[in-house]
């Protein structure tokens, strides 16, 4: 049996510029999850998901967050972001602060080698985001596809 070859074609108008987007997101995401679970020599290997939490909490005040607040800023599941909290309290790179007044609600707080990790990880990783996403566009790309951009994620944080 002879194998040949089949195009796919792309669809036109908004279908096309939806598969596009979910093309390039996928892409995108998956060098850089490669990336933190391959770092270069001395780095320590973390997940895309751990990354992003590490990333949230340095970027909060005190570096710390309710793990409701966390909920709302990171690109996992309920159920991933489960999972990445232990591994990185297990690996003492958050730790998880049990509230005085309500023994069911959480605080996450970044320690010093939760820090000293993402440090080590994001020169290179920001290298990694920039040749596969930001090279991609000119300057005056950038300045329309970024307010297009907050404009969608305004519009699914409303519905």
Same mark, same amino acid.
């Given at each position: 049996?002879?194998? /040949?070859?089949?195009?796919?074609?792309? !669809?036109? =108008?908004?279908?096309? %510029?939806?598969?596009?987007?979910?093309?390039?997101?996928?892409?995108?995401?998956?060098?850089?999850?490669?990336?933190?679970?391959? !770092?270069?020599?001395? =780095? *320590?290997?973390?997940?895309?998901?751990?990354?992003?939490?590490?990333?949230? &909490?340095?970027?909060?005040?005190?570096?710390?967050?309710?793990?409701?607040? &966390?909920?709302?800023?990171? &690109?996992?599941?309920?159920?991933?972001?489960?999972?990445?909290?232990?591994?990185?309290?297990?690996? =003492?790179?958050?730790?998880?602060?049990?509230?005085? *007044?309500?023994?069911?609600?959480? %605080?996450? /707080? &970044? %320690? $010093?080698? =939760?820090?000293?990790?993402?440090?080590?990880? *994001?020169?290179?990783?920001?290298?990694?985001?920039?040749?596969?996403?930001?090279?991609?566009?000119?300057?005056?790309?950038? /300045? %329309?596809?970024? !307010?297009?951009?907050?404009?969608?994620?305004?519009?699914? $944080?409303?519905?």
């Amino acid at each position: 049996m002879e194998n /040949k070859q089949s195009s796919v074609k792309r !669809p036109q =108008g908004k279908w096309g %510029t939806w598969q596009d987007f979910i093309f390039a997101a996928s892409q995108v995401l998956a060098v850089a999850e490669s990336d933190l679970q391959n !770092p270069p020599a001395g =780095g *320590q290997a973390m997940s895309l998901s751990d990354f992003d939490i590490l990333a949230s &909490l340095y970027q909060a005040e005190e570096k710390a967050l309710a793990l409701s607040c &966390l909920k709302e800023t990171v &690109l996992v599941t309920t159920s991933g972001l489960s999972r990445s909290i232990g591994r990185l309290v297990e690996r =003492g790179w958050i730790e998880k602060i049990q509230s005085d *007044q309500d023994k069911r609600r959480y %605080t996450l /707080k &970044l %320690t $010093k080698a =939760g820090e000293e990790a993402l440090l080590a990880a *994001q020169t290179h990783h920001q290298e990694v985001v920039s040749r596969q996403f930001f090279s991609a566009f000119s300057v005056s790309e950038m /300045k %329309t596809l970024s !307010p297009l951009l907050e404009k969608l994620v305004a519009h699914l $944080k409303e519905n």
